[in-house]
């Protein structure tokens, strides 16, 4: 199994549910096992509130990965959420 975890944060804090429906889009991608798309909860002082967005997705294999990537409703998250968004940072490991 592969975990894609992946941060963001906004540009503008008032910004923060568009991009949670631009993120929400990826739910309806076919090649995704499970996936969690929320707002930060904000508890952790030592980020700053750096971090607004979490998505947390499941693929049984890197092929599966790749195909949630290469699907075009990833790249109408992408369209959607890239302009709102400042950081982005992902992590994918396998568990």
């Given at each position: 199994?592969?975990?894609h975890?992946?941060?963001f944060?906004?540009?503008?804090?008032?910004?923060v549910e568009t991009i949670?429906?631009?993120?929400?889009?990826?739910?309806?991608n076919p090649h995704v096992d499970h996936?969690?798309?929320s707002r930060n909860l904000q508890t952790d002082?030592?980020?700053g509130g750096m971090v607004d967005v979490i998505v947390y997705a499941e693929?049984?294999?890197?092929?599966?990965?790749?195909?949630y990537k290469a699907h075009p409703v990833y790249q109408q998250s992408i369209?959607?959420?890239?302009?709102?968004?400042?950081?982005?940072?992902a992590a994918d490991f396998k568990a």
């Open positions: 199994m592969i975990r975890v992946v941060f944060s906004a540009k503008d804090k008032k910004d949670i429906e631009g993120l929400s889009l990826l739910k309806t996936i969690e798309i002082e030592l980020t693929f049984s294999d890197e092929d599966q990965l790749a195909a369209a959607k959420v890239r302009p709102l968004r400042e950081l982005r940072m």
